[in-house]
Antibody, heavy 120, light 106 residues
Framework: QVQLKESGPGLVKTSETLSLTCSVS??????????WSWIRQPPGKGMEWIGYLYYSGSTKFNPSLKGRATISPDTSKNQFSLTLRSVTAADTAVYFC????????????WGQGTLVTVSS | DIQMTQSPSFLSASIGDRVTITCQASQDISNFLNWYQQKPGKAPKLLLYDASNLDTGVPSRFSGSGSGTDFSLTISSLQPEDFATYFCQQYENLITFGPGTKVDVK
C-alpha cells in the first residue's frame, strides 16, 4: 500500500520560506509511472494544485504562484520536498502531498495533510 | 486557465435519496475530469476518473457522466458514510479543482 506523509514547521513568518517534506513508502519517487505533487487547501476553501515533480527531475507549477515554488526529490530517502518563498497570510493552508497518475492525472494517494500557518 | 464551478455548494439529503452534483468547466475539457470525496480532517478519496470510470473499490451507487463542459456525479441511494464534501478536478490544462459540494443530513 502506498503511503505519503508530510512533515515540516506548522508556523512560518510572513516573507520567509515555507519548507515541507513528503516521505513516500510503497512506491518510489524515481518511478516513471506517476507524478509527485503538492496540493493545498486554505481554511474553508477548495483545493489548489501547487505543482508536481516527475522522476526525470522535470517540474510543473501553478502559474498563480508566480515562480515562488520549487519541488525537488531526495531519491536516497524516497522523499520529495516543497519550498515556497516569500510567503504571506494567503499561503496559510493544509498542505497535502500526493501521487498523481501520468495517464489520467487522477490523484490516487494523498498524505494526511499538514496545516501551515503564516503569521508575522 | 480553466475554472471549475460546482452546484449546489450545499445539499441536505436523507438516507436513500438520489443525489446529483454538477460540475462545470469554463472551457471544453473533453472527459478529463475526476471526482473526489473528502471527509472532515481527512485526505480526499478518488471516486471516479475520466468522468465516468469508478475507481477500484468504490461502491456502484456512485456514477459519473458528462463531457465537454458539463459533468455530474450521482449517488443513487445515499448511505450514512456518504455524508461528505465532493469535488471535481480537471486535467485538460494543468490541474484545477472545483470548490466542492457539501452533502449533509437533512
Amino acid at each position: 500500500q502506498v503511503q505519503l506523509k508530510e512533515s515540516g514547521p506548522g508556523l512560518v513568518k510572513t516573507s520567509e520560506t515555507l519548507s515541507l517534506t513528503c516521505s513516500v513508502s510503497g512506491d518510489s519517487v524515481s518511478s516513471g509511472s506517476y507524478y509527485w505533487s503538492w496540493i493545498r487547501q486554505p481554511p474553508g476553501k477548495g483545493m489548489e494544485w501547487i505543482g508536481y515533480l516527475y522522476y526525470s527531475g522535470s517540474t510543473k507549477f501553478n502559474p498563480s504562484l508566480k515562480g515562488r515554488a520549487t519541488i525537488s526529490p531526495d531519491t536516497s530517502k524516497n522523499q520529495f520536498s516543497l519550498t515556497l518563498r516569500s510567503v504571506t497570510a494567503a499561503d496559510t493552508a493544509v498542505y497535502f502531498c500526493a501521487r498523481v497518475g501520468t495517464s489520467g492525472y487522477y490523484i490516487d494517494f494523498w498524505g494526511q495533510g499538514t496545516l501551515v500557518t503564516v503569521s508575522s | 486557465d480553466i475554472q471549475m464551478t460546482q452546484s449546489p455548494s450545499f445539499l441536505s439529503a436523507s438516507i436513500g435519496d438520489r443525489v446529483t452534483i454538477t460540475c462545470q468547466a469554463s472551457q471544453d475539457i473533453s472527459n478529463f475530469l475526476n471526482w473526489y470525496q473528502q471527509k472532515p480532517g481527512k485526505a480526499p478519496k478518488l471516486l471516479l476518473y475520466d468522468a465516468s470510470n469508478l475507481d477500484t473499490g468504490v461502491p456502484s451507487r456512485f456514477s459519473g457522466s458528462g463531457s465537454g463542459t458539463d459533468f455530474s456525479l450521482t449517488i443513487s441511494s445515499l448511505q450514512p458514510e456518504d455524508f461528505a464534501t465532493y469535488f471535481c478536478q480537471q486535467y485538460e490544462n494543468l490541474i484545477t479543482f472545483g470548490p466542492g459540494t457539501k452533502v449533509d443530513v437533512k
